[in-house]
């Protein structure tokens, strides 16, 4: 599985070194402030999660990096260099791509043409050129395989695929087209046991081959299995900001389920 | 998969022979596309009117039916293609008429060639569809409501255009201008094809519908209308222009009304400023009984062409079967459902199987 | 909308380039037809007039042109307004109420549905004329003056000329079903010509209109005549009948100019004409002769318009007329 990940990662990625730096990013929708001082750096070989409860910021955060919304505070940058996204497309051309949660792929469309649906391979240049289906087929089909996703045919709607083999075949297709920072969604949030240890496993098989990942999620146990950095957001603010070193599962478990606040109620229901 | 490769990446075990993974059987994927009930429908009625109605069997009532489903057909490839991408045209319809108009009444009144009407007229469908779009991605609102206000608008317009320049409410007979003979031969004319003569509007028709499968298919074009229907938020986050894909799809539909719009014109000479309203549903019908998802997402143009052959044949095979015109509506209803519920029927079967 | 712009661009530049180089047509077209003059009058008086119009229709716009040429003869504000709908045709006649007018002009399709409203009119003093439509109800509800043909009356005469000039079977095509005039014409025809039966076409799309006709033609290949009852059915019956190869006859009620000129060329047999345009001049014409003069025309009986039969014998000024559009 991880030969897709080998084979297709930058080659020039070397572990630790800054993809993406925010530095006080906030975003306002008019006179409400989403999101304010946020910084964040995912490090290439790295793993950045990102947790929070609903309505914590995370999908602004996510919005913002991945070109949906931009920013209206702070700066934004890539390799080093400052950068406003107006378009989904402008983040992907700097090789950010974006796997979220529901709308990672088109259900009623084939495997084949969820896994190259943005960047077809077609026999020829010119505007009305017809796709090469048989190479895509074959693409789509040997890349699943060594991943270990095992779909009836590469023909079926990718609908009928389980909700973890549709995560993975997301992020296989980020990976396989270059990417070389991966924003997942609540990868694990609607899936069982068994589908989330599927994801984690090819979510940590992408940090070992060198990408930087931004990993969100309001679960804390899923969080430390893949994360080096972690930061937890609240109401649009950080409220923590620590390495795996610093920090342990405990520490994150109880910061999420309320933290300072929780500590206190219990103080005060004591019998 | 192996299940060492979060801890061990450096040493992946080759990957284990890939089991049971098979092609579906020719069967099964036949029965998985869209068109499929439609099919199935279409050769149920015909079998159905073939049997009842001796004056159907002749070719001469083919070719009648041809022509039938072909007036539907050419605007339904269009109107299926952006059911797909996941918007509606209420305009089509009366847009049809507006491009006739328009064609008739700038080539006269100025005494042009009829060809820089057809011409000129193609520019305005364009922008009407143009504008569909634009405004449909611009704004948000859906296009049901949208296409319903170009609706409204282009009926007026028809209307008072009509009378203002030409003080009647239909345009002048065409037929001695310059160029009519040529357009018409292009847009009206009748194909001997040896055994029986059909309207050419029915090799368009054909046309166009395998122009709509192999774009629909065979491009990237395509792919990206299913997607921008399926699914438009995941569309844009992998990359696909989803404004131009609509406002492209719109355009279809309106250079389809356009050439219905021009057959109109070249078959009749004239054209009253009235006409075409109620066809948009006739188009939306069609792409629906042929597969396509009210939703987005699914659907084909062959679909579309096949329910548009079941109209044609349905309206036409009840006054071949000489049944009570009374009752006309009543038999195309009936005759609808049945083509609707064979169809579900059909595909439920074929969901089963998979 | 970068994709766009290049087609776009290079199919404006074939229209530039089209327009440019196209050669004016050498004939037909109205630069090459002598021009229409106009007329003009004051303003006195404000007549209401409101029908059951299709918008669109070239016979409505008959009725219309007639009325607005007595208006400007007379000097006379015409307030035209139409709804197929009949209550809501009604609330047109309510809002006319409402407004004051001098004179009221409406038909009465749905006599039960508009009746009742134009009663308020009468009764409110406004001199008020039925048209068209409603020949059998409109004494009923105050009316005394009543312009337009008797339906059935129409139809039996083209019962009676078919069976005098080509006796066989003939089909009545209706291209809207239920509507009671057209039914009613298809019954005048069957009362005089028994062997007609009737086919319901959707008028709204002209080319299924033609395909349904044709189908009808090859399913009963006996078919002698065709009677369509308006002129734009007429010529898609015309080319239907080329398309199927019948020898049937087309017959029709009301003209136009491609009418006219079928008719002059033989294609279609004759015309009934109800003369739409004498009902709406007349409609007009007769109110400002009772509120100038308290003339009162027709002595409480309906005055028909039609029908009219134009056939090859008297097509001749017609032709023109029909361009004109006022036949």
Redesign the interface.
């Known amino acids: 599985m991880t030969d897709t990940l080998a084979e297709h990662a930058a080659p020039d990625l070397k572990v630790g070194t800054p993809l993406v730096e925010m530095e006080g990013v906030g975003k306002s929708y008019g006179a409400i402030r989403a999101l304010e001082g946020i910084d964040l750096r995912v490090n290439a070989g790295e793993v950045a999660c990102v947790l929070g409860d609903n309505g914590a910021g995370k999908s602004t955060l996510i919005k913002i990096i991945s070109g949906l919304h931009p920013h209206t505070e702070g700066t934004v940058k890539v390799d080093g260099k400052p950068v406003h996204f107006s378009s989904p497309r402008e983040s992907l051309d700097h090789g950010i791509a974006t796997v979220y949660q529901d709308l990672a792929v088109v259900g009623l469309m084939e495997v084949w043409r969820n896994f190259f649906l943005g960047s077809e391979i077609r026999k020829g240049k010119y505007p009305m050129a017809p796709l090469d289906i048989a190479a895509m087929r074959e693409i789509a089909d040997t890349e699943l395989q060594k991943m270990g996703i095992v779909v009836k045919d590469i023909n079926q709607p990718i609908g009928t695929l389980s909700g973890g083999q549709r995560q993975c075949v997301a992020i296989a297709r980020a990976v396989y087209f270059g990417a070389r920072v991966l924003i997942l969604d609540e990868p694990t949030a609607a899936l069982g046991v068994k589908q989330s240890g599927v994801v984690l496993k090819y979510t940590a098989a992408a940090r070992d081959a060198g990408l930087g990942v931004v990993f969100i999620t309001h679960n804390p146990h899923h969080a430390y299995l893949v994360g080096d950095h972690f930061i937890i957001l609240k109401l649009g603010r950080r409220v923590l900001d620590k390495k795996r070193s610093e920090v342990s599962l405990e520490e994150l478990t109880t910061e999420m389920a309320g933290g300072q606040e929780l500590a206190e109620l219990s103080h005060e229901l004591k019998r | 998969?192996?299940?060492s490769?979060?801890t061990k990446?450096a040493a992946?075990p080759p990957?284990a022979p890939?089991?049971?993974?098979?092609?579906?059987s020719l069967f099964s994927?036949v029965l998985g596309r869209p068109e499929v009930g439609a099919l199935a429908a279409a050769i149920v009625i015909f079998a159905f009117f073939y049997a009842v109605?001796p004056?159907f069997r002749?070719l001469?009532?083919l070719a009648?039916?041809l022509?039938?489903s072909s007036?539907i057909g050419i605007v339904a490839v269009g109107v299926a293609l952006l059911m797909i991408g996941g918007e509606f045209d209420l305009s089509a319809g009366v847009a049809v008429t507006t491009s006739a108009l328009a064609a008739g009444m700038i080539?006269?009144?100025?005494?042009?060639?009829?060809?820089?009407g057809v011409?000129?007229s193609?520019?305005i469908a364009?922008t009407i569809g143009?504008v569909n779009g634009?405004l449909v991605m611009r704004t948000g609102i859906p296009s049901f409501l949208i296409t319903l206000s170009t609706f409204f608008i282009l009926?007026g317009v028809?209307?008072g255009v009509?009378?203002l320049v030409t003080?009647?409410?239909?345009t002048?007979?065409?037929?001695?201008?310059?160029?009519f003979a040529s357009a018409k031969a292009v847009f009206a004319s009748?194909i001997p094809l040896g055994f029986m003569t059909v309207k050419v509007t029915v090799l368009w028709w054909l046309l166009f519908v395998a122009v709509g499968t192999?774009?629909l298919l065979?491009?990237?074009?395509g792919?990206?209308v299913?997607?921008s229907g399926?699914?438009q938020?995941?569309?844009?986050?992998?990359?696909?222009?989803v404004?131009?894909v609509k406002?492209?799809l719109f355009?279809g539909v309106a250079f389809l009304a356009w050439f219905l719009g021009m057959?109109?014109l070249f078959?009749?000479?004239?054209v009253?400023?009235?006409?075409?309203?109620?066809?948009e549903f006739i188009y939306i019908i069609a792409s629906v009984v042929g597969g396509a998802?009210l939703t987005g997402?699914?659907g084909s143009a062959v679909g579309s062409a096949l329910g548009a052959f079941i109209f044609?044949m349905t309206?036409?095979g009840i006054?071949?079967a000489?049944w009570d015109?009374?009752w006309?509506?009543t038999f195309l209803g009936v005759m609808l459902l049945l083509a609707v519920m064979v169809n579900l029927y059909i595909k439920n079967y074929a969901a089963q199987r998979? | 909308m970068r994709s766009i712009g290049t087609p776009m661009k290079a199919a404006v530049g074939f229209a530039a380039v089209g327009l440019a180089l196209a050669a004016c047509s050498s004939e037909g077209g109205a630069r090459n037809q002598p021009g229409a003059a106009g007329a003009a009058g004051g303003e006195e008086y404000t007549i209401a007039m409101v029908t059951h119009e299709a918008p669109g229709d070239t016979f409505w716009d008959k009725i219309r042109a007639g009325a607005e040429a007595a208006a400007a003869n007379h000097g006379i504000t015409l307030n035209y307004s139409n709804n197929q709908d009949a209550g809501e045709q009604a609330t047109l006649v309510q809002n006319a109420i409402d407004s004051g007018v001098d004179g009221l002009a409406t038909t009465l399709p749905t006599p039960d549905a508009i009746g009742p409203t134009v009663q308020d009119a009468v009764d409110a003093g406004i001199p008020t004329v039925a048209f068209n439509a409603g020949i059998n109800d409109y004494q009923n509800y105050g009316v005394t003056m009543y312009f337009g043909s008797d339906e059935d009356l129409a139809g039996q005469t083209v019962g009676t000329k078919i069976s005098e000039e080509n006796a066989g079977h003939t089909v009545c095509v209706i291209q809207e079903q239920g509507q009671v005039q057209l039914e009613a014409r298809c019954a005048g025809v069957q009362k005089t010509f028994p062997d007609t039966e009737i086919l319901y076409v959707s008028g709204r799309d002209l080319p299924a209109v033609q395909q349904t006709i044709g189908a009808k033609l090859q399913q009963d290949p006996s078919i002698a005549n065709v009677v369509a009852l308006g002129a734009d059915i007429a010529l898609a019956a015309n080319q239907a009948k080329a398309d199927s190869g019948s020898q049937a006859q087309v017959v029709t009620f009301d003209l136009n100019a491609d009418v006219a000129q079928a008719i002059e060329s033989g294609e279609i047999l004759f015309s009934v004409d109800q003369q739409p345009y004498v009902q709406g001049y007349m409609a007009v014409t007769s109110l400002w002769l009772n509120l100038t003069n308290g003339n009162d025309i027709g002595g409480g009986g309906p005055v028909l318009t039609g029908p009219s039969v134009v056939d090859q014998t008297n097509i001749g000024p017609i032709v023109e007329y029909a361009q004109n559009n006022t036949r």
Do not use: C, E
């Open positions: 998969m192996s299940s490769v979060a990446p992946p990957a890939p089991p049971g993974r098979a092609q579906r994927r109605a004056p002749t001469p009532a009648t039916v022509y039938a007036t080539t006269f009144q100025f005494s042009l060639n009829m060809w820089v011409v000129v193609l520019l364009l143009f634009w009926q028809n209307l009509t009378k003080g009647t409410v239909a002048p007979n065409t037929s001695a201008l310059d160029g009748d192999w774009l065979r491009t990237r074009t792919n990206w299913t997607a399926g699914n938020a995941s569309a844009r986050a992998v990359g696909v222009p404004p131009k406002i492209g355009m057959h109109l078959n009749f000479s004239t009253q400023a009235g006409l075409g309203i109620g066809n998802l997402g699914y044609g309206t036409q006054v071949y000489g015109p009374n006309f509506r998979r």
